[in-house]
């Protein structure tokens, strides 16, 4: 895997209260990825970026909503999440930009 692809492959860290607790009780952190991420490139991608061993990665598919613009239905696209367990006693500070 090439440097250029890993940078393209993690595109933000999903903020929410799901991923927050997710984030308390099993040490995982959740990002938003490419759609075409597989878990090695995300695996590959994380410990690149914020120097730190991952464990697991799970990753989940994300349909899009339903939404009605005026008189007409249409959808929000369809992304993808992983959920990056990392090994004990690591974790990532994105408040600092970094690892803590």
Same mark, same amino acid.
């Given at each position: 895997? &090439?440097?250029?692809?890993?940078?393209?492959?993690?595109?933000?860290?999903? $903020?929410?209260?799901?991923?927050?607790?997710?984030?308390?009780? &099993?040490?995982?952190? $959740?990002?938003? $990825? /490419?759609?075409? /991420?597989?878990?090695?490139? %995300? @695996?590959?991608? %994380?410990?690149?970026?914020?120097?730190?061993? !991952?464990?697991?990665?799970?990753? /989940? &598919? !994300?349909?899009?909503?339903?939404?009605?613009?005026?008189?007409?239905?249409?959808?929000? @696209? &369809?992304? @993808?999440?992983?959920? $990056?367990?990392?090994? /004990?006693?690591?974790?990532?500070?994105? %408040?600092?930009?970094?690892?803590?």
């Amino acid at each position: 895997m &090439n440097q250029q692809r890993l940078m393209q492959v993690l595109l933000a860290p999903q $903020v929410s209260e799901k991923a927050t607790y997710v984030a308390d009780k &099993n040490e995982q952190v $959740v990002f938003r $990825v /490419a759609s075409d /991420a597989t878990k090695p490139e %995300v @695996k590959a991608a %994380v410990e690149l970026l914020f120097k730190v061993s !991952v464990e697991s990665v799970q990753i /989940a &598919n !994300v349909k899009g909503k339903q939404k009605k613009f005026g008189r007409y239905m249409g959808s929000r @696209k &369809n992304w @993808k999440k992983a959920y $990056v367990s990392l090994k /004990a006693g690591q974790e990532i500070n994105f %408040v600092d930009g970094g690892v803590a």
